[in-house]
C-alpha cells in the first residue's frame, strides 16, 4: 500500500501566510516581511500582508479584508506579532480587540522591543499561542532583517562565477560570461531579494553593468561601488539611466561628504588594501541596507573575506574549463559553514552556504 502523506493543516495555513509575506519584498524593507491568514471553522476568511514600509502591518491588513466577523478566528502569522507603538499601533491590541482566540507563529520577532513580549502579551488576554510552526521557513525569509535588527549590519551575500578549475576569469582587466541562462535568472532573483548590491571599481569600468533585476519580476536593489580615490568615469550606464539608486564609496583621507544628482558619495577610511569593509557595511546598515549582495570582483570578494564579513556564499560552477584562466576565485567556503543548497542550474551547478545557521532561536 501506498504511504498516506498526512501534512499537517496548520503547515499548510502558515505556509500560505508565508507566500503572503514574500509579496512584501522590495517595499518593505528594513521591516520584515510578514503574511497573516484568518481562519475560521478551516475556512481561510482573511489574508493580508505587510506591503510597504511604514504602512499597515500584516496583521491589520488581514483584518481589513477579513470576509467574516473574525470574532473567535484562527490567525497565522510567520512573525510573532509586535506589542509597541511604532509607525502603526500594536497588532497584539488589534488582535485582542477583534477576538482573535488562537494564534500560530511562524518565530518570535528579533526585534528586541517585541522578541517575546507579544506572545504574553497575547497569553495575558487568554488567546491561545503556538509559536513555531513552519519555523524554518520563516526564518530562512527573515534572515537579513533578523542580522540587521539585532546588530544594525546588513546580511551579507557573497555571489562568484567560475570554471570547475574554480578560475573566475582570464585575468582582472577582461570580463568573461562563464555561467548559462538559468544561473543568470538565479542571480536575478538574489539581487530582487536584495536591499543593495555591491562591485569594485574595477568591475564597474570593465563589465559597465546596469545591477539592475531583469531576468525575474522585482524592485532594483540599492548599487553601491567601490571607488576609493573617485576615479570612476561618470560615463557610466548607471549613473545615467536612473533605474535604482547609487551609493559611491571614496577615501575619508581624501573627500568629504557628498551628494550629487547621479550618486551620494559616502567617505570611509581606508584599510591595508583598499576601503574598510566593516566601516562600508556599517554605513549601509545605518542607510536601512538590510541585505547586501557583493558580486566582486576578485578584489572585493577578498577584502570581504579577509574583513570576515560575508555571511552566506552564492559559488556557480560552470560545465567548461576556460582557456589561459588565472583568475582565481577567492570564495571558498569553510569546513564549518553549512550548506544549504547544492543543485543544477542547467549545465551549471550551485552551491549555497551559510556561517552559523545551526543555532536559530530558543523557544
Ligand atoms: C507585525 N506585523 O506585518 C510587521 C511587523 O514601525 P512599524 O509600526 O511598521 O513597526 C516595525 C516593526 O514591527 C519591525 O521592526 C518589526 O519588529 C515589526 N514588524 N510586525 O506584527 C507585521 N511587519
Ligand atoms: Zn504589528
Redesign the pocket.
Known amino acids: 500500500m501506498e504511504p498516506v502523506l498526512t501534512t499537517d493543516i496548520h503547515e499548510i495555513f502558515m505556509s500560505r501566510a508565508l507566500e503572503l509575506a514574500r509579496q512584501g519584498r522590495g517595499n ?1 524593507s528594513p ?2 516581511l ?1 503574511g497573516c491568514v484568518l481562519v475560521k471553522e478551516g475556512e481561510i476568511i482573511g489574508e493580508g500582508y ?1 506591503e510597504e514600509f ?1 504602512g499597515a ?3 491589520v491588513n488581514a483584518l481589513r479584508n477579513s470576509r467574516q466577523d473574525p470574532v473567535d478566528a484562527t490567525a497565522y502569522i510567520n ?1 510573532e ?2 506589542c509597541f507603538m ?3 499601533p500594536p ?1 497584539t491590541d488589534t488582535l485582542i480587540q477583534n477576538g482573535i482566540a488562537e494564534v500560530y507563529i511562524g518565530m518570535l ?1 528579533p ?1 528586541p ?2 522578541n517575546g513580549k507579544g506572545v504574553e502579551a497575547l497569553k495575558k488576554a487568554n488567546i491561545i499561542v503556538h509559536v513555531g510552526v513552519g519555523e524554518e521557513d520563516a526564518w530562512n525569509l527573515n534572515r537579513p532583517f533578523e542580522k540587521w ?1 539585532t546588530t544594525k549590519i546588513p546580511f551579507v551575500t557573497a555571489k562568484a562565477a567560475q570554471t570547475p578549475a574554480g578560475f573566475m576569469g582570464v585575468d582582472s582587466d577582461h570580463s568573461v560570461w562563464l555561467t548559462g541562462e538559468v544561473s543568470g535568472r538565479h542571480t536575478h532573483q538574489l539581487r530582487a531579494e536584495s536591499d543593495a548590491i555591491l562591485i569594485g571599481r574595477q568591475t564597474a569600468v570593465i563589465d559597465d553593468p546596469a545591477l539592475t533585476v531583469r531576468h525575474v519580476p522585482g524592485e532594483n536593489p540599492t548599487r553601491v561601488i567601490l571607488d576609493t580615490n573617485r576615479t570612476l568615469p561618470l560615463t557610466l550606464n548607471m549613473f545615467h539611466d536612473r533605474k535604482a539608486k547609487n551609493i559611491v564609496f571614496c577615501s575619508e583621507n581624501r573627500f568629504d561628504r557628498n551628494k550629487t544628482h547621479f550618486c551620494d558619495y559616502i567617505p570611509v577610511p581606508e584599510a591595508e588594501n583598499g576601503l574598510s569593509i566593516p566601516h562600508i557595511v556599517r554605513k549601509l546598515g545605518e542607510k536601512n541596507v538590510t541585505s547586501l549582495l557583493v558580486e566582486g570582483g576578485q578584489e572585493v570578494l577578498q577584502s570581504f573575506l579577509d574583513a570576515d564579513c560575508i555571511d552566506r556564499m552564492v559559488i556557480y560552477t560552470a560545465a567548461n574549463e576556460l582557456e589561459k584562466a588565472e583568475l582565481k576565485n577567492p570564495l571558498i567556503i569553510p569546513e564549518n559553514w553549512v550548506i544549504t543548497i547544492e543543485d543544477f542550474l542547467g549545465e551549471d551547478r550551485v552551491i549555497i552556504a551559510e556561517k552559523g545557521v545551526e543555532c536559530l532561536q530558543e523557544l
Request: some cysteine.
Open positions: 518593505v521591516n520584515p510578514v505587510h511604514g502591518h500584516a496583521e512573525l506579532p509586535c511604532g509607525k502603526t497588532c520577532d526585534n522591543e517585541v535588527i
